[in-house]
Structure formats: structure tokens, C-alpha cells
């Protein structure tokens, strides 16, 4: 795995995963801009959300979204279509012929992480690190008994950043492959023994945690800031 950061950022090889990060308490005026890329279900959800902030922070997710799918199809971020797959996974409809472009995306607190590619299943997790964390949280968290046990271990200082690695490994790893969470917790699957995968720690800023996870093989990872 490597990085190709000097490119268009928007042209995909096939060989190439491209990740964005995004903050999403961004101005109002902002926001305006991106509701209005919002279908009547997102808008209705957002409309469900009991927290002005939470919506907000929705909203950009999803306008960011709609706005990173538009710079890699050509269409107009309020006309993109997203539909899922048996799993509940989203994936895009109506893509122009011969572009199969996959894509994931995670969201957490303030931040949200997406990751494109063609033709190969990506699964990205990012987490937000929590100022009341505590020992509850990794007890709590149906990881396998000997890694809570072995987090549980691991010096106070590097404590929860420990934890989040994990977490986001399985989260990630489930996102790519559908077989879902409860494979990767207590079913005590190892993502490391996850055959025909792998997997990329996203940098970490702000205490942010997260993993991309793709198919095992030669991949150029780039990751970038969207709207900085
Ligand atoms: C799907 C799931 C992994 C999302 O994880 P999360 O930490 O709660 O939330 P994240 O912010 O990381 O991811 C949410 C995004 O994942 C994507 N997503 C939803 N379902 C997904 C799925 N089945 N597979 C991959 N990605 C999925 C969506 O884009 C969603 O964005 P949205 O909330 O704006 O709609 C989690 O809800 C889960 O485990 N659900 C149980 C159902 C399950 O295990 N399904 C099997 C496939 S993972």
C-alpha cells in the first residue's frame, strides 16, 4: 500500500482507494447549501433527530456525501440515488455505464470519514474519542474476553486510543464484508485472521480513531481533507 497524493484527487484508479475527511460543524450558511442536496427521506431523518447539532452534523455528512459522489460521476450532487444491498449496505444507483465506484462512510461526533474505489467493497469506521471515557466502556464493549482483558492491561495513557483501534477494525471489517458486527465481537474473530482483507489505520487527528478495510492486494491509499 502506498500513496499517490500528487494526482487529481478525483481520478480513481483501479488500484487507487481514496478516503476523505470531513468536519462537520461547518457554518450555517454551509449547511443551507448542503440541505438542499437532501432527498425528502434525509431530510426527513435529520428532521428526527432530537439535537439541533445532531441534525446539523447529519446534514453535512450526507451534502458532503452527495458531494464527493458527484465529483466521481459527473452527477449533480441533489440528483445522486443511493440504494443498499442485501447486508443494508448503500451503494450508488444509477451509475453511468462501466463506472462501478463502491464506497463507505462512517460518521462520529464532529468528524465523518468516506472511502472510494471501483469494483472492490471498502469499510470504513471512524470514532470519536469521548472525554468521559473509562474501563466500563471496554468492559462493556462484547470484544472478545482475552483482548479486553489485555486492553484493560494496556497503559492508562493509550488506554481508549487502544480500544478504538480495535473497535474500528471490526467495525470497518464488517462494513466490507456485510457479515456484520456480532461476527467480529464476541464471535472472536480476529480481523488480523480476516483472509482476503485488509486493513489501513486512518491518520488520527483530534484524538479520531479509524480503519479502512479493503481487499488483500496492491492498493494506492490517498487521503485527504474535504472542504479544509
Ligand atoms: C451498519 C453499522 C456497521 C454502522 O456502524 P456505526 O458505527 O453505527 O455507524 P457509522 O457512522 O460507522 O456508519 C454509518 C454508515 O454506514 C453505512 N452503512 C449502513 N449500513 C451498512 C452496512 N450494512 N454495511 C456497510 N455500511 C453500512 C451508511 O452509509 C451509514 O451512514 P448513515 O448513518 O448516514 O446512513 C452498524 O449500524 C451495525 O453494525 N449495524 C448492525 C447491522 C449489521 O451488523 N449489519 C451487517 C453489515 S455491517
Request: hydrophobic share 40%; charged share 30%.
Given at each position: 500500500?502506498?500513496?499517490?497524493?500528487?494526482?487529481?484527487?478525483?481520478?480513481?484508479?483501479?488500484?487507487?482507494?481514496?478516503?476523505?475527511?470531513?468536519?462537520?460543524?461547518?457554518?450555517?450558511?454551509?449547511?443551507?447549501?448542503?440541505?438542499?442536496?437532501?432527498?425528502?427521506?434525509?431530510?426527513?431523518?435529520?428532521?428526527?433527530?432530537?439535537?439541533?447539532?445532531?441534525?446539523?452534523?447529519?446534514v453535512a455528512?450526507?451534502?458532503?456525501?452527495?458531494?464527493?459522489?458527484?465529483?466521481?460521476?459527473?452527477?449533480?450532487?441533489?440528483?445522486?440515488?443511493?440504494?443498499?444491498?442485501?447486508?443494508?449496505?448503500?451503494?450508488?444507483?444509477?451509475?453511468?455505464?462501466?463506472?462501478?465506484?463502491?464506497?463507505?462512510?462512517?460518521?462520529?461526533?464532529?468528524?465523518?470519514?468516506?472511502?472510494?474505489?471501483?469494483?472492490?467493497?471498502?469499510?470504513?469506521?471512524?470514532e470519536a474519542?469521548?472525554?468521559?471515557?473509562?474501563?466500563?466502556?471496554?468492559?462493556?464493549?462484547?470484544?472478545?474476553?482475552?483482548?479486553?482483558?489485555?486492553?484493560?492491561?494496556?497503559?492508562?495513557s493509550i488506554?481508549?486510543?487502544?480500544?478504538?483501534?480495535?473497535?474500528?477494525?471490526?467495525?470497518?471489517?464488517?462494513?466490507?464484508?456485510?457479515?456484520?458486527?456480532?461476527?467480529?465481537?464476541?464471535?472472536?474473530?480476529?480481523?488480523?485472521?480476516?483472509?482476503?482483507?485488509?486493513?489501513?489505520?486512518?491518520?488520527?487527528?483530534?484524538?479520531?480513531?479509524?480503519?479502512?478495510?479493503?481487499?488483500?492486494?496492491?492498493?494506492?491509499?490517498?487521503?485527504?481533507?474535504?472542504?479544509?
Amino acid at each position: 500500500m502506498s500513496n499517490r497524493e500528487d494526482d487529481d484527487p478525483f481520478a480513481l484508479a483501479p488500484d487507487d482507494i481514496h478516503v476523505w475527511l470531513s468536519w462537520l460543524d461547518v457554518p450555517r450558511e454551509r449547511i443551507k447549501d448542503l440541505t438542499a442536496y437532501l432527498s425528502p427521506d434525509e431530510l426527513d431523518r435529520a428532521d428526527r433527530l432530537r439535537f439541533e447539532a445532531d441534525r446539523r452534523r447529519f446534514v453535512a455528512a450526507r451534502g458532503i456525501l452527495r458531494e464527493l459522489c458527484c465529483n466521481h460521476t459527473g452527477t449533480p450532487p441533489e440528483q445522486i440515488r443511493f440504494t443498499a444491498d442485501d447486508h443494508g449496505k448503500p451503494r450508488l444507483a444509477d451509475l453511468p455505464p462501466g463506472l462501478d465506484l463502491c464506497f463507505n462512510v462512517s460518521h462520529s461526533g464532529a468528524a465523518a470519514a468516506y472511502a472510494f474505489a471501483l469494483g472492490a467493497e471498502v469499510g470504513i469506521d471512524i470514532e470519536a474519542p469521548r472525554p468521559d471515557f473509562d474501563d466500563a466502556q471496554i468492559e462493556a464493549s462484547l470484544l472478545p474476553p482475552d483482548l479486553i482483558a489485555r486492553l484493560l492491561d494496556a497503559p492508562k495513557s493509550i488506554r481508549q486510543e487502544a480500544f478504538l483501534e480495535e473497535w474500528t477494525a471490526r467495525e470497518a471489517l464488517a462494513k466490507a464484508t456485510g457479515l456484520g458486527m456480532a461476527h467480529y465481537l464476541a464471535g472472536g474473530v480476529d480481523p488480523a485472521d480476516e483472509v482476503g482483507w485488509q486493513s489501513w489505520d486512518l491518520p488520527k487527528v483530534r484524538g479520531y480513531v479509524g480503519t479502512l478495510v479493503m481487499p488483500a492486494g496492491k492498493w494506492y491509499v490517498s487521503c485527504r481533507q474535504w472542504g479544509a
